[in-house]
């Protein structure tokens, strides 16, 4: 099983990066995909997700800024995330979830929001 992430980078506060999670195609019966992130010396925290019913539930620091959309037929999640703030700056890392509890984590991309 592999998850590819990409499109993290380095951007000004107040500017816009997409992420990408693809799947290999080997993960069956998703449920939940999500991105969670995680700042230097800082518990991994959930940023957004989406179910397979399209229902997306979002931190409420990333409300109204970022926004979560899969594509199965891609096998992908992405993550569009504007108005970023220097707070945002985080490894950010996909999650997969099946409907019979197996969980499936990315390698993690850095994003980093100079101020």
């Known amino acids: 099983v592999q998850l590819v992430e990409s499109g993290g980078g380095l951007v000004q506060a107040g500017g816009s990066l997409r992420l990408s999670c693809a799947h290999s195609g080997s993960i069956f019966n998703i449920d939940i995909m999500g991105w969670y992130r995680q700042a230097p010396g800082k518990q991994r925290d959930m940023v957004a997700t989406i179910s397979s019913s399209g229902s997306a539930n979002y931190a409420d620091s990333v409300k109204g800024r970022f926004t979560i959309s899969r594509d199965n037929a891609k096998r992908t999640v992405y993550l569009q995330m504007n108005g970023l703030q220097a707070e945002d700056t985080a490894v950010y890392y996909c999650?997969?979830?099946?409907?019979?509890?197996?969980?499936?984590w990315g390698q993690g991309t850095q994003v980093t929001v100079s101020s």
């Open positions: 999650n997969v979830r099946t409907r019979t509890y197996s969980s499936y």
